[in-house]
């Protein structure tokens, strides 16, 4: 018997299959979750721009990674404008405009602004990097944060100097303090007063020298700690004063033992070994760094050199890059984008195979994550070096350091 | 004792390079009567003309100094000829708001074309310093000083012995009677102008080898400028550099004696004190 295939035969066959298809797209569609909207608030302009520009590139890079991982991510950028009144108000921008979740700020004042505006309008934050205690000692319910506190960073940073005066055998006795006035300088300052003679260190705080975030000159600051005779100097600095508090320091024949930067930014960033070249050789960084042994970091590094060749890998970029896989992952667990579910998912967060140096990423009930631990790096060659705790150093550490006229 | 006299010779040195800065506006107002609220903004446009120069060409800035004081001089001439001569007769607020709109659109040009990041000239003697006597002088800072006191030199000899100085001279002690001798006033105002803006744009380029550029720091070095001419007497050359030396050693002592962080208020301390006992400023003559 022969079939003729005619129109009618014709058409019942499209549709039938036209009607498979879609039915098949419509599984596909309702399978793949929405996807986590994430209003990314840093400071891109003003004068924390360069530090914020580089936690962006963490941001951009995570999204097409977490994408091959299978997790579904959308970035909304904003700017504070390194301000935290700016930053509240696109925090609050980025909310109406539909964001499921906030993360940010690096700066600790901007940092709190966002927290404030996630506590009010019930949308979980993930700080990527901001140091103020405070934040999370507010009994916030939305506030998360993978990065330490300035009371952990000047604890861990503390005992790392402990652990370089035994590597050296060299022991300063007295230190001077040098640290910028504002929220994060601030909360390292009351840290290192309660916990320099609470663990013992062998040297003692014999100035302590504030000076204002957006200092144009720090001859004066300089000079003062010069006077004060100090075998040690500390530093809590941003990029930019780092770089004129080392000049200063060369203009003046200010030679201590070691500069070294407890905690705090600038040191290991790479404009600042670039415009100090041979003088930023030996300055100290103990901070939370990349773990070398984690196959995810060198997958990270990997697609970072490829996407941004000229940039450094650093801390801005790792824990921006883990600030996207928190949120990611507590996504998926959550399987939906309601705060609520985020929320939970987030509180019951364990990353076993992430970026930075410490245990797996937990909160506490505070929404602090504690196991962060920290490394002290010392400029090699032009590179932020890993010197100390002995199991991941790519050195040992130089201790007491070359005077500024022995650089070459 | 010789780190005070360490902080008391770098606060002189940098209170030179603020005298300078300050000068243009003390010129300006002495001559034409208008109040250069855009002067910080013409200084942070001299100080990336420089750094565009030194990294395109390589050159010194202090090479660059007398380049970049002629073009911005021309500036000056022009804005002064073609906007700010209009505004002359009107009234004062009409003057403040002119000249706040160039300020406006000379920060927003900056910041669009260099973006908001400090950048610094990198020169090789950067780092150096001289020991006379057990006391340090910054070289830079000094070579930045001996650049001001050589252009406030060169500016007080143009006023006292060439033509058109004392014309410029004539036409602010009595505008009337220079129109009738016939001085063009017109011309000479703008001329005026164009010095101040030279002044600013030389103070710039000493300035950017003390500090480091952005264009937000406009602002307060307009706000410096203003504190030290009142402090040293608006109109007068000698008040400008005394007000500078004032304020860059008040800075440095009271950063040390005091605490860092509080160096501008006591520059706004001697604004007070200046305004109370003597308002026309310490060289300032009464009006």
Redesign the interface.
């Known amino acids: 018997m022969r079939h003729r295939l005619d129109r009618r035969a014709f058409g019942r066959g499209a549709a039938a299959t036209g009607a498979w298809l879609a039915a098949g797209a419509w599984r596909r569609a309702r399978a793949q979750p929405v996807p986590l909207r994430l209003g990314v608030v840093l400071p891109r302009?003003?004068?924390e721009?360069?530090i914020g520009q580089g936690c962006q590139r963490g941001y951009d890079i995570a999204v097409p990674i977490l994408r091959d991982m299978g997790y579904a991510v959308e970035l909304m950028n904003a700017d504070t404008e390194s301000k935290p009144d700016v930053a509240r108000t696109q925090a609050e921008k980025l909310i109406r405009e539909g964001a499921n979740m906030l993360s940010g700020a690096w700066d600790s004042g901007q940092t709190a602004a966002l927290a404030q505006v996630s506590e009010q309008h019930g949308v979980p934050l993930v700080i990527n990097i901001g140091a103020d205690p405070k934040i999370t000692e507010q009994g916030y319910r939305y506030v998360f944060r993978n990065f330490p506190t300035a009371v952990m960073l000047a604890s861990g940073a503390l005992s790392l100097i402990g652990d370089l005066f035994e590597a050296t055998g060299k022991t300063p006795k007295t230190a001077v303090l040098m640290v910028v006035?504002d929220t994060f300088g601030q909360a390292a300052q009351n840290a290192f007063s309660v916990l320099i003679p609470k663990l013992g260190m062998p040297f003692r705080l014999v100035e302590t020298?504030?000076?204002?975030a957006q200092?144009?000159?720090?001859?004066?600051?300089v000079?003062?700690a010069?006077?004060a005779g100090a075998e040690l100097h500390l530093a809590v600095t941003r990029l930019?004063d780092g770089i004129?508090m080392l000049?200063e320091m060369?203009?003046?024949?200010y030679e201590p033992m070691g500069v070294i930067s407890p905690g705090a930014p600038g040191f290991y960033e790479r404009q600042f070994i670039k415009?100090l070249g041979k003088?930023a050789e030996y300055c100290f960084s103990n901070n939370a760094w990349m773990d070398p042994n984690q196959e995810l970091t060198k997958t990270v590094e990997t697609v970072f050199a490829k996407t941004f060749p000229e940039d450094p890998f650093d801390l801005n970029v790792g824990f921006s890059f883990e600030a996207v896989l928190i949120a990611a992952d507590a996504h998926r667990r959550a399987g939906s984008v309601n705060a609520q579910a985020l929320v939970e998912a987030l509180r019951a967060t364990n990353i076993g195979k992430r970026v930075m140096i410490g245990g797996a990423i937990r909160f506490d009930a505070k929404g602090q994550n504690v196991d962060n631990r920290l490394a002290s790096l010392q400029i090699r060659n032009g590179r932020p070096t890993v010197v100390l705790p002995a199991a991941n150093a790519e050195a040992k550490p130089v201790f007491p350091v070359p005077g500024?006229s022995q650089r070459t | 004792m010789l780190t005070y006299v360490s902080i008391i010779v770098a606060g002189l040195l940098t209170g030179c390079v603020y005298g300078l800065m300050a000068l243009g506006l003390s010129v300006i107002f002495g001559v034409t009567r208008i109040v250069n609220f855009a002067h910080g903004e013409m200084m942070v446009v001299g100080m990336y003309a420089v750094l565009v120069l030194n990294q395109k060409l390589g050159l010194d800035p202090f090479v660059m100094t007398p380049v970049i004081a002629a073009g911005l001089f021309v500036g000056g001439y022009a804005l002064q000829r073609g906007l700010v001569n209009r505004y002359i007769a009107r009234p004062e607020h009409e003057q403040f708001l002119l000249l706040l709109a160039v300020a406006i659109m000379l920060t927003s040009s900056t910041l669009m074309v260099f973006g908001p990041d400090a950048r610094n000239v990198q020169v090789d003697y950067a780092y150096d310093s001289y020991e006379i006597g057990g006391v340090l002088v910054d070289k830079v800072r000094l070579l930045a000083a001996l650049g001001a006191v050589g252009g406030v030199a060169a500016l007080w000899a143009f006023f006292r012995w060439t033509r058109t100085g004392k014309s410029i001279r004539a036409c602010a002690d009595n505008q009337v009677g220079a129109q009738v001798v016939g001085l063009d006033v017109k011309r000479l105002y703008a001329v005026t102008f164009g010095i101040g803006a030279a002044c600013v744009g030389a103070a710039g380029v000493l300035l950017l080898l003390l500090v480091d550029v952005q264009p937000y720091i406009a602002a307060d070095f307009t706000l410096l400028a203003f504190i030290i001419v009142i402090v040293g007497g608006l109109g007068s050359m000698p008040g400008a550099l005394l007000g500078g030396l004032l304020v860059g050693v008040s800075e440095a002592l009271s950063g040390f004696m005091v605490l860092p962080s509080l160096k501008s208020m006591f520059s706004f301390a001697l604004l007070i004190v200046v305004l109370l006992v003597r308002p026309q400023g310490l060289l300032g003559r009464r009006a």
């Open positions: 302009s003003g004068y721009a360069l006035n020298i504030p000076y204002d200092a144009r000159d720090l001859s004066v600051e000079a003062k010069k006077a930019n004129l000049r060369v203009k003046q024949r415009t003088y500024w």
